[in-house]
């Protein structure tokens, strides 16, 4: 499978602390994304790094991406009540049929207490 | 700026009756188009995509379709529901080379199929 994995599958933490997640995948990938769902609402995009890159920063997101693992994580540092939401990576073919599409994980359910 | 609708927000049905899901896209021209379906507590599976008028890819064999009769027009459709159809559905779009495929989502319709 092309998908990504998550893990944990459920994280819970109080405000204020770091929240890191995890993702693996299989395939040569061009790109790997985070997205965001709050509760029966569609998907954000939260960040995107490239294949050749190993790290970003967007706010209190740092995502890291190793690909001789094929792995990368998120980190939302300082969490806060509102950052509670379920948190997937989505990796992007490097070549084929597949080219434009996106391959979803099944996600961490992040809840943070106040 | 560019906008997704998607309609309706929830949606309850009877097993054997038709089913039709629009989404549209606004402020944007030529996006790809995906329709998802996530069940409960799921990653999100892909069912269609659509890279212009007519193109239609399906992912998935069942007893849904998929047509684009307008540029920024995407409906999901069924003669007969199942049991089965219950879930999320997600609409999305994304322009541009696939090096940067973002998705940007509808918020969802929730789909009961009894």
Redo the contacts between chains.
């Keep these: 499978s092309q998908q990504g994995e998550e893990d944990p599958q459920a994280l819970s933490i109080q405000e204020g602390e770091n929240a890191t997640m995890n993702c693996s995948y299989k395939t040569s990938i061009n790109n790997l994304q985070w997205y965001r769902q709050n509760s029966g609402r569609g998907l954000v995009h939260l960040i995107l790094i490239r294949s050749n890159e190993r790290e970003k920063h967007s706010g209190r997101l740092r995502v890291t991406l190793d690909t001789s693992k094929k792995s990368s994580s998120l980190l939302i540092t300082a969490s806060r009540a509102a950052d509670t939401a379920s948190y997937f990576c989505a990796t992007a073919a490097l070549r084929g049929s597949t080219l434009g599409r996106l391959y979803f994980g099944r996600g961490t359910q992040l809840t943070v207490w106040p | 700026s560019q906008t997704i609708h ?1 309609w309706p927000a929830t949606l309850v049905q009877p097993v054997g009756s038709p089913l039709s899901l629009e989404c549209t896209v606004e402020g944007t021209s030529n996006p ?1 188009l995906y329709w ?1 379906r996530q069940a409960a ?4 599976q ?1 069912l269609f ?1 659509s ?1 212009g008028i007519g193109q239609i890819s399906s992912e998935v064999p069942q007893n849904l379709s998929a047509s684009r009769p307008q540029d920024r027009q995407f409906i999901l459709s069924s003669k007969k529901l199942l049991l089965s159809d219950s879930g ?1 559905y ?1 609409c ?1 779009w ?1 322009v541009g080379q ?11 319709t ?1 789909l009961s199929v009894l």
Excluded: E, H, T
């Design positions: 998607q790809n998802y507590g799921r990653g999100l892909l995509y890279v999320f997600l999305a994304s696939a090096a940067k495929n973002i998705q940007y989502f509808g918020a969802g929730r």
